[in-house]
């Protein structure tokens, strides 16, 4: 292997790295539609190419790949939910991204450094006994640590806060980590393409076909398309876009807000997260630290940033490390989240018998990217839901079978 | 600063108003539309009818605002709406 880098690195001339190729006429026919080209969309199009055998797919997607929910995330890979069917589901995403790299052949950076989630009250630290014993319980790596052992983890951390907000403990996750984001969609849309997936970008939805139960056709802004089967994922516009089939989601849409400093040497190894001050720091292997997890605090679908939220942001970094007081900001954006009532995702079957939905990912969609494409490329492939995804059916809410994970954001919105 | 217009205070900044959401078309009263009125709230691209509370002074009133541009377009009174 070194020398293979070696030889490489002092070669004259290298093959081109060969791109994801451009938009194709579109076919009058796919096997598959695939409504939205972000990561959970390519996910399931490199799984039914690359494992499935299904290769007739095209991928839809309004504005450019991976340009929405997927370039906005915060990048935060991690399992340590309240509940077991969670805690499963997240735990197998989490051990998808672990082999990725080796998988795609493809550098996603991804790196298991660990995060941890403070504690600034009993109450806080009640729930996170809980959120332990789910985990060790489900076998992922996951403990309660007192203010000590935070201090050895995040030597920087500013324990006390003013004393308004004092560092009680915190719920340590081992498996938890972060990834480059882009390089997952661009990744799984590489190999997608070369097994014969179609990728057609600024390709808009416009309207469905619908005959009985089933959708025949998806309108576009470059034709229409028949479809075999459907899959939708499009992010902070899912209940406009299920609302073309004739599909009613619990969705309410809040803009999140997140922003990243100029690089800096690194200080910060771990994921820190604290839901009392609505705050979250990562730093990035560029050395930028990414602060998010200010959610709006009304209804909006605009991906406008505001003063008020991004100096809420900073208070509470500021709060957690304030050395931080002199770095500059260098961008800052926002991301439409599209909130379900109980804060997990809706994954499955539809009221149509060929449309399936991957959709209320809200603000924790990006660590389920790979479980979430494998799950319903299998869905898709054979017709039937896996066991795993059994609980994030959309007819949960018709039998308040909810599954509240309302107290497992890294940020409480 | 982003300013909403109090009915009874005046124009204030957005800061002393809290967001009660949606005003709701079902109703969780009636059995028929309790799902629907628990889970599937309104969250329309364009005008949206929404409760407000400005805090200091507790007035509770309802504001038309487009959720694109969020530009507000009408506030007042619960029942009071301006002909």
């Known amino acids: 292997m070194p020398f293979t880098l070696l030889r490489y690195g002092l070669r004259s001339k290298h093959a081109s790295f060969g791109d994801i190729p451009s938009t194709p006429a579109l076919k009058r026919s796919y096997d598959v539609v695939i409504v939205g080209g972000g990561g959970h969309g390519l996910a399931a199009a490199y799984y039914l190419s690359n494992v499935h055998g299904i290769r007739n797919v095209a991928v839809l997607e309004k504005g450019y790949l991976a340009g929405g929910n997927t370039a906005r995330n915060t990048t935060t890979v991690r399992s340590n939910y309240m509940t077991e069917e969670s805690v499963r589901f997240y735990a197998e995403g989490v051990r998808l991204f672990e082999t990725m790299s080796q998988d795609l052949g493809f550098n996603i950076m991804y790196s298991q450094r660990g995060q941890l989630t403070l504690a600034h009250s009993d109450a806080t630290m009640r729930s996170f006994h809980l959120r332990a014993e789910m985990g060790k319980h489900v076998g992922t790596r996951i403990e309660v640590v007192d203010a000590r052992t935070v201090k050895e983890l995040v030597p920087h951390l500013n324990l006390d806060i003013g004393g308004m907000h004092e560092v009680l403990g915190g719920l340590w996750h081992a498996d938890g980590g972060t990834a480059r984001h882009d390089a997952v969609a661009w990744g799984y849309a590489r190999h997608a393409s070369r097994r014969g997936v179609e990728i057609h970008q600024r390709t808009e939805v416009a309207g469905f076909d619908v005959s009985g139960d089933r959708v025949t056709h998806v309108r576009t802004n470059r034709g229409t398309i028949a479809a075999g089967q459907v899959l939708q994922a499009v992010g902070g516009l899912n209940g406009q876009v299920a609302a073309l089939a004739g599909i009613r989601l619990p969705i309410r849409c809040f803009p999140l807000q997140a922003m990243v400093t100029q690089p800096l040497k690194p200080f910060l190894h771990t994921l820190v997260s604290s839901a009392n001050l609505h705050t979250y720091l990562v730093q990035s292997s560029r050395g930028e630290v990414v602060i998010g997890g200010g959610s709006d605090p009304y209804q909006l679908a605009s991906t406008r940033s505001t003063l008020d939220q991004k100096e809420h942001l900073a208070e509470g970094a500021l709060h957690l490390f304030p050395f931080l007081h002199k770095v500059k900001l260098l961008r800052q954006w926002a991301g439409i989240t599209d909130m379900t009532p109980d804060y997990s995702p809706i994954m499955g079957a539809s009221p149509l018998a060929n449309y399936w939905l991957d959709c209320g990912w809200g603000t924790w969609g990006f660590k389920a990217t790979p479980v979430a494409g494998k799950r319903m490329a299998e869905t898709i492939a054979t017709g039937k839901v896996p066991d795993i995804l059994k609980p994030f059916d959309l007819r949960r809410f018709d039998s308040f079978a909810l599954l509240n994970e309302m107290g497992a954001t890294a940020a409480s919105h | ?83």
């Open chain 2, 1 to 83: 600063m982003k300013i909403l217009t109090c009915p009874v205070n005046g124009p204030r900044n957005i800061a002393e108003f809290q967001y009660l959401g949606p005003v709701r078309a079902a109703s969780a009263e009636e059995p028929g539309q309790l799902i629907e009125a628990l889970f599937y709230a309104e969250n329309p691209l364009g005008i949206m009818h929404e409760w407000w509370r400005h805090m200091p002074s507790n007035t509770i009133l309802i504001a038309e605002r487009h959720t694109v541009t969020d530009r507000i377009v009408a506030t007042y009174l619960p029942n009071q709406k301006p002909a």
